[in-house]
């Protein structure tokens, strides 16, 4: 068994080192970010490309997610990658392998939810692979784009850059953990922030981002260890009626999680979404284990999602 | 259930009617070829994509096949697709669903079988997803690129072109009948013509191409459909051992299906690999179903392999 032997992190480290990406290649950014960064020949933009799967009973659960809210948070997952670059979308592929149950009704009713998002993100789907199997599986790709070189990644960050989020946390959790109301809309249909990434980006000069899927202790460590800094954080905002705990360690929020220059101001909020500082960047002091993070002056431990220590 | 009301090609035609491009996309072919064709800004190639789902029990089987050879397979039938279309890889995604009985050694042979492959074509792995799941499934994504507009497509035979095969069909369906032999290695490790597929695009002008993944009858019935010809061919190569039966309907060759104008004269082999004339496009007659072929003379009905009809 995987579980319970070695974590997602350890695993994805394994890979990443037989995985060597040739010198002059076109991969410009590989395993270990949000997306990878692609740059065409002759081209004046890079390509970011992320790629997430949904499986039931993982990631959502039939008896409680229609097969419109399913399809939609297929996709949903995929934009919210592209949003955390800066990114704005550009195509999508799906694969779907579809268990006895599934009916056609139930199958259409993924395909309208999944377009109906892609849609309104102007995200045509390219192709896929269609299959019969056991379980209920979708594996969904997205393809976004930068200009050159402008691609916002987690290992940016610097110390002294001030730590923020995007909107309230926790509300995915909660609506899990409730099944009802608000939070549980926020659970089922998370909205992917595609043009505060690109605001991040263009407006305000972001130093890192990524977006929150696993936790936001877990994210920010990542973040962390990615830019070689540590972070010492205050509460983050929290969901109205989730707990603090829901808001540092609950998954799925999809907010971004970003970094700026010492000395940014940036608004209150974008586009009715809060953007609130939570902390700041500091340097790695010897001795300390990688992307430590202290709230209100105490070790805050990375308890977010992570598939295989927690399945 | 899907199985037994719907056919693969059924609906792939509904969802390519619910998933529309917009005009003015950076997409220039979408679902329905071996790939889809995306054009960067600025850029002097097009990019190709191709998506393909292996599940257990349906793809491979884990008592027969080596966690080696099942991540060789998962990229090299991507990798067909990359050829058929003409084009050089560039690289490749992973996303790989985990069930329990796979341990840390499955899972390292599993990429060690896939990374092998990846270097030998120059495709490195750019990124991925994993989770565990009671089903092994994987979904692999190959990014390719041919020169702008130069993507070899099923839909351009002309009425009058010759139709040609590479190798020698049927031996993955022998090889999965008897399991030994050069047939049984044909199966686990079937080589991607990426050679073969820049050749006929670059320098024999091949009108249109497709990989042989589900069986002649099948897949030449696409390619017909696709290009509005009708087809009409000698039986084709038959690898040792094997029956025409599964020279003409079993899947997994992974050999390339082409065609070529009036008047060209192709070599014998290329690279070893026997190129083979089958037979000629004809003219569509009005009343007669779409993709129709004749085997010397009478009506070859395309019984290659469906993923949802053979369920």
């Known amino acids: 068994m995987i579980a319970g032997r070695s974590s997602e992190c350890s695993i994805l480290s394994r890979i990443k080192r037989m995985a060597s990406v040739p010198s002059g290649s076109q991969l410009k950014v590989g395993i270990g970010d949000d997306c990878a960064v692609f740059r065409p020949r002759g081209g004046a933009e890079d390509l970011l490309f992320t790629t997430d799967m949904l499986l039931d009973e993982i990631h959502f659960r039939r008896t409680t997610h229609s097969a419109e809210d399913t399809g939609y948070k297929a996709l949903a997952r995929g934009l919210s990658d592209i949003a955390a670059m800066g990114g704005a979308p550009r195509f999508c592929l799906l ?86 109301g608000r939070a549980w809309k926020r659970h089922l249909r998370p909205e992917p922030r595609l043009a505060l990434g690109r605001f991040l980006r263009e407006r305000l000069h972001a130093t890192a981002a990524m977006d929150l899927s696993d936790g936001l202790s877990l994210d920010l460590s990542r973040m962390c260890t990615a830019s ?79 598939h295989f220590q927690n399945s």
């Open 95 to 180: 694969s779907l392998a579809v268990p006895r149950w599934a009916d056609q009704a139930w199958v259409d009713g993924f395909y309208r939810g999944f377009l109906k998002l892609a849609r309104q993100t102007a995200t045509p789907l390219a192709g896929g692979d269609l299959a019969l199997a056991e379980q209920l599986a979708c594996d969904v790709v997205v393809c976004g784009a930068v200009p050159k070189g402008g691609a916002l990644l987690r290992s940016g960050a610097m110390p002294g850059n001030g730590i923020y989020v995007s909107g309230k946390l926790g509300g995915s959790a909660l609506g899990l953990a409730t099944g009802n």
């Open 228 to 306: 070689r800094v540590f972070a010492s954080i205050e509460p983050p905002p929290v969901f109205p009626g989730a707990t603090l705990d829901q808001a540092l360690h609950g998954g799925e929020d999809y907010e971004l999680l970003f970094t700026l220059p010492p000395g940014s101001r940036p608004p209150a909020s974008f586009e009715g979404v809060p953007l609130t500082r939570i902390g700041v960047t500091t340097k790695v002091r010897r001795g300390d284990p990688p992307g430590k993070i202290l709230l209100e002056g105490k070790p805050l431990p990375p308890l977010g999602f992570d």
